[in-house]
Structures are given as C-alpha cells and as structure tokens.
C-alpha cells in the first residue's frame, strides 16, 4: 500500500506541475505584450500635435485685495491690489492692476491626425499629479501668455521641443519673474524661477533643461540643433520687466539664446549666464538707440536652409518683422541692418562672441542678425505683427501675423471693427523675386478666418464684463504657431493657432481655435476659392498654444 502510494503521488505531481506551466506562461505572454505595449511608440508619424493649457479654476488662487505682484514692494513698475479672486474668467480682470499678472498652468500635448481627429493627449509633469514633489521635474505655462508654448521637430524629426517654467501650477505672474543668476531689483515680481527647455520623444518621454535666460519675460520657442555630431538648443524669447538701464544679465538673456541640453534632474541643474545666439539693434538701420535688449523681443523661430529665424512681432521698441542670424559674418555687417542669407551659411555652433563693455550703450555688439530684404523696416509698426514661419521652397514663405489686438467693438454690427478691417492679419504668402533679389508680400489669406466675427464658446461666460464694457465673447485677431507641408498635387496645407480679441481682461486667455488651409503653391495673386477650416476648438478653462508635426514624422 505504502508503494503504491508513492506511485501515485508523482503522476499528481505531474499534473499540477503542467497547470502551473500553464499559468506561468500565460503570464508570460501577458507580461511580455504588456512590455511591448509600453515599447509602443506613443506619437505616431503623420500626426500633428497641439500644445494646450488648462486653468485651474480655483477661486483661491487669487484673493481679493491682495498685492499683486505677490511680495512687490517697489514701483516703478507698481504695486497694485487684486480687484478679483480666482474665478475663470473674471481673474483676468486683474490685469487691469498688474501689469504682470498671469497663473502657471497644466500643459497637454494632444495628438490629432492631420483632418482634426483625437488620438490621444500627454500631460506634462506638473504639481498636481500624485507623486510629483517640488524636487521632482515638473514644468509649467503662463496662463494668458499668449507667445508662449510654440512647438518645434528637433533637425533630426526625433525629438518635439518647447519652453515653460519649473514652477508648480496656480503659482502668479511667472511669467514675469526674474531667473535665479540675472536678478533685477526694479523688477515688481521678485521671484526667481528658472525658464525650462522640454524635449520629448516618440515615446512620450521627458528631458528638462534649466536656463538663465529670458529673465523679467517669457521664453517662447526652441528648436534641437542635433545634426553632424552637434547637440543644442536655439531658443526664443523676450526679456525685461524693470526700469531701464538694465542688468547686463537681462540685456544678455533676451531674444535669440544658444542653450546646451542637461541630463541631470532640474532640481540639480544650476545653468550659468546666458549665453545668446544672436541679437539685433535697430542703430544698424540707423535709427537711434532704444531700451538696450528689447530689440530682441523675438516669438516665431524656424530653420531653413542652414539658417536660423526669427520674428519680432510686438511689444513698444524695436522693429516688428522677419529676421536672420547671419553666421557667417559678411553679411549683417554692413550699415543697412538688411540683407539676405549667405547660400555657404551653415548653423551657428557657438555663441554670440560680443564686447561686455558696451552693453549698457550698444547692447549685444557687433550684432549679427538682419532683417530679411523685403520684409518691413518701420518702427514700431501698427500694422505688422509676425509671428509663426514655414517655410514651403526657396522661395516661398508663409508668415502667420496675429493682428494688432485692437478689441474696439460696434454694437451695431455686433464686430470687432478694427480686427475685421484688417489687410495683413492671417496668413500672409512671401515670394522671393530673383531678378531684384527680394522678398514680396504676394497676398494674405484670411477667407474664412471671420476676423472680428464674435463666436460662441460652449459653457463659456457669455454678456458683457463689467470690468472693460466689451462682449465676453472672442473673435478671431488672426495667426500665432504654424507648420505646414507639401502636398503631391503642388499644393501646400498650413496648421494654426488663431489669435483672438474680447472683452476679456486678458485676450490671451481667451479660448482659441486650431484652423488649417490649403494654397495652390504657385500662385502668386489670391486664389479666391481657398478658405480655412476650423480643425479643433479650445474649450472653457483651455487656450491652444503650438503645432506641430509628430516626432518621427
């Protein structure tokens, strides 16, 4: 009996043995198309993504009677009181008492396919996730700041690229701070927090640089340079909130900046002084001399061809127009300020190499940047406000201009008057003239824009805001961010970001729409059948910032 037992128990053993085999691979098989999910590229090639904020609409965020800047203690600037608390939309009212006044924010990258669908929406880092502390990498938007947010492919289309702040969320008027290692004591916001370089890959995952730069302002863009063995950013911005003269380090941390990537966590970054890429002065015109450094208050950014670009399209100083970085030397050199690229250009690697002793009186000399022939030269223009650049040949260019913001309303036609009479608001079409050696405007394209046309936003407030008299409800200014691509029939399509005007404290907190177009790439007069198409609108609580292609793409 005892044998016999013994007998038996080993062909028991054998099937417990075969279900556990069973069961263990299966869990196998889980476990490894799990990790082949997680493997899965997350941004897929094709697609577009849009960068986009959300408030959150905590009425304690802001309370009223409060002085605003938080801490400010010194005009000239000016210290003022909170006349509204937190509440969307009526916090932005507050701006009419701070000239700084703005709320970090979430950012979401959303991926759409190229006609508008959903696919899915990347939440960057940020204080009110479970798990993220206040060392651990996080980086925020300004909500209301406008330029802010722009999307960029590295060179080698692997990596997206953007600009933010290492700040929690619901933290006031950031976007205004000085950095940490460029302080300026006539500053009216005293904080100090770094201004963040993101990249991001196919995957979803995350790299944080910290920079000095763009203190007293916001950066704007930035763009990879990681071809032939090189490995940093070009990045875009504005700088200075205080009284001038300014520190040399605001001076320095303006406009075009050359920023080298880290890898260790933002809490253990310490970046030094700026270092710019370049840099503009309206004397190269000759023009007299305005604030040292606000010549520079650069938004779009783009590459082509080796060369480096930028736009100026706002601010009370300076030249609003196209520019580029002249890096071999021979060209921006000369007394007009104008020119055009050099066909053996190659991309700058270094910086800036600038006299230190002159940066109270010359800024950043010798300046290496020009504005591109045929582009406007006028000072403070009240008609040119570029922004986004694409280009689409050699010759042809489409530049986004985001109107003047100029919100004056009829209650008779029920319009913003001066955004609906607009010639040069939307997507303005450059041609390249060989035989003059010029760039002409050919025509704007606005069809379908409604510029100055209110529309209805779902949930949104909707009257008028006692605080400015105007009608809560936006309408489209004109153009922001764009990217764009060939098509095989010769034509080409254009992505958006619009631009708005309201009664809104602040129109840059206004919801917005992401719209496309499509041109006939050989024309040179107004196609008159060519309209925009509204792809994707923002929501209450949200505003549109970037587009993009997909890494990968």
Known sequence: MIQNSFQKRPARRTVAYHIRTVLLAAVSIAIFAANARAQRSFFRPGNLVVSRSVYDNNPSNVVPGQVLPPNCTTPPGGCGTAIQDGTYPFVWNNDSVDGSFGITSKIFLDQITADGSPVNTLEIPNSSQNGVLPTTNQMVTSFSSKSELALNLSLDHQFLTFMGYFAPINALDVSNSNTPAAIDPTNPVPAAVLRVVATVDHNGNFKFTATNAYSGNNGRAAILNNSDGANFFYTSGNAGNGASPQPDGIIIGAGAQFVEPENAPLVAQSPGDPTPLGSFNITQL?????????????????????????????????INTLYFVDSTGTICTNASGIGLPSPSASLPVSPLVYDPLVLQTKGLDPNNMCILKGFP??????????????????????????????????????????????????????????STQTWNLAYTLQNGLNLGVPYIVPRYQTGTNPSTGLPWAPATDGLRNITGTLNKDGTVTIYAITSTVSGNGDQGADPNKLVEVTDDLAATTLPGTETFTTLRAAGRLEVLRGVSYTPGT
Do not use: M
């Open 377 to 434: 030269t006028a000072l403070k223009s009240t008609t040119a406000f570029p922004f986004g650049i694409w280009f689409a040949s050699d010759s042809v260019v489409y530049v986004a201009d985001e109107g003047s913001g100029d919100n004056t309303f009829s209650s008779t036609t029920q319009q913003y008057t001066v955004a609906a009479a607009q010639k040069t608001a939307g997507l303005q079409k450059w041609i390249f003239d060989s």
């Open 286 to 318: 000759g023009n007299p001399p305005d604030k040292i450094g606000k010549d520079d208050n650069f938004r779009g950014l783009t590459i082509f061809n080796n060369v480096v670009y930028y736009t100026k399209g706002s601010g009370g100083n300076g």
